[in-house]
């Protein structure tokens, strides 16, 4: 069975500061999709960032990055001069390429951004 | 992306009855999902709304307690029927965009059942 697992359920960092969230998941499929998606109190999940299994480099998405290493399927974001703003509860999640499956989601990592 | 909107935004409603939730894309969408998030939780799929045919539903969920419409490309509904306490909940729908396999999210319903 495909997991995602999140092993940080909450974490506080200072304003500015860089933090990192963790996620590895466990598929034997080779061609994916990994995904983290952020929600802030207001609810409504909005897509950070996402990374192609076939691809190597890491994608970027202004102070947002990832660690993506596919041999041990670790999946981590980096979040880059924090801001208050960045509050909010962050999902990794997965999905095999061009099938039919449904997206697996973390249980996700609660981050403060402390002023 | 494409524009997702939801309604209501939130209801409180009485043990028994039933609610329908509303989504709406701004463009046509092959493929329209509806979640449940419980307090606290991650996101569980309930069903995938199909346009033209019954929707699929996912282990744990059934059609009497959660009916969905999907009439045409832009639009969805879900209803929780005969609600108790325990469907108090965030439903979001969520579209596949463009972009292959990516699911974008509507803005959510936040139920509270009496």
């Known amino acids: 069975a495909q997991t995602v697992t999140q092993s940080q359920p909450e974490m506080s960092v200072q304003e500015a500061e860089t933090v990192t969230l963790s996620c590895t998941y466990d598929?034997?499929?080779?061609?994916?999709?990994l995904f983290w998606y952020k929600q802030p109190p207001s609810r409504q999940m909005i897509l950070v960032i996402r990374?192609?299994?076939?691809?190597?480099q890491n994608a970027t998405e202004n102070r947002f990055s990832v660690n993506f290493q596919k041999a041990a399927k670790s999946f981590s974001l980096k979040i880059s001069d924090s801001q208050l703003g960045d509050t909010a509860m962050y999902f990794c999640a997965f999905i095999p390429m061009n099938r039919d499956d449904k997206i697996i989601f973390g249980k996700g990592t609660r981050l403060h951004i402390l002023p | 992306s494409a524009v997702i909107s939801q309604k209501p935004s939130r209801d409180i409603c009485q043990r028994g009855t039933s609610l329908t939730i509303q989504c709406q894309v701004d463009?046509?969408?092959?493929?329209m999902f509806w979640y449940r998030q419980q307090p606290g939780q991650s996101l569980t799929l309930i069903a995938t709304a199909n346009q033209g045919s019954e929707a699929t539903y996912e282990s744990g969920f059934v059609i009497d307690k959660f009916p969905i419409s999907r009439p045409n490309l832009t639009f969805s509904t879900l209803t929780v029927s005969n609600m108790s306490p325990e469907d108090s909940s965030i439903y979001l729908c969520?579209?596949?965009?463009?972009?292959?396999?990516?699911?974008?999210f509507g803005p959510g319903t936040r139920l509270t059942v009496l």
């Open positions: 969520s579209v596949e965009g463009r972009v292959a396999d990516t699911q974008y």
């Open positions: 990374q192609e299994a076939y691809k190597q």
């Open positions: 463009s046509q969408v092959t493929m």
């Open positions: 598929t034997s499929e080779n061609n994916y999709y």
